[in-house]
């Protein structure tokens, strides 16, 4: 039984512009919000991992992620909370290299945690090949969607695990 989805950020539920922080840059990927009504219908919980090397290359702050962050809730009607984003600040290239940023499995696993769920239980939505190997190392069902095209079928592929 699912009971958790996660959503990498960039390119999944906003359009990536490139280290995205401002307010002004906001822009949902096509269908994301139909996917959210249909997490809130389902009454399903829902986070966030997501690699924000835009902080530890100081391009902006935490508070500015979160500020971030809480307007693109808002956007997809979802309620926000700090503690339901699993983050990775650092920089991309570091050595060596932190535990937490994706492909590792760290940000799921902290998810998973938090919501007292299994692996089993999740689904992990994402764009990129790191977010799937993140899903597979951590043990959980992955989603890929194409930015350029959105969640054009996501909401049928999530049914689809739901009724394994």
């Known amino acids: 039984m699912i009971k958790l989805i996660i959503f990498d950020r960039d390119d ?3 359009v990536d512009v490139g ?3 401002d ?3 906001l822009d949902l990927i096509k269908g994301a919000k139909d996917v959210c009504e249909y997490i809130r219908k389902e009454n399903l ?3 966030v991992a997501t690699n924000q090397s835009g ?6 702050t935490v508070d500015k992620m979160h500020e971030f962050n809480k307007a693109l809730f808002n956007e997809l009607n979802l309620v926000y909370s700090k503690d339901i984003i699993a983050h990775c600040p650092h920089p991309r290239h570091m050595t060596p290299r932190c535990k937490c940023r994706k492909p590792s499995p760290f940000l799921l696993l902290k998810l998973f945690s938090h919501f007292n769920v299994t692996p089993a239980e ?3 939505i994402g764009d990129r090949e790191t977010d799937k190997e993140s899903a597979e190392r951590a043990g ?3 989603i890929s969607i194409d930015p350029s095209v959105g969640h054009f079928d996501t909401i049928e592929r999530i049914k689809s695990i739901q009724e394994l």
Do not use: A, Q, R, V
């Open 23 to 25: 307010l002004d840059d």
């Open 140 to 142: 959980c069902y992955f």
């Open 55 to 60: 902080i530890g290359e100081k391009y902006y």
């Open 45 to 47: 919980l829902y986070g």
């Open 19 to 21: 280290f995205t922080h």
């Open 122 to 124: 999740s689904i992990f």
């Open 12 to 14: 999944t539920l906003n």
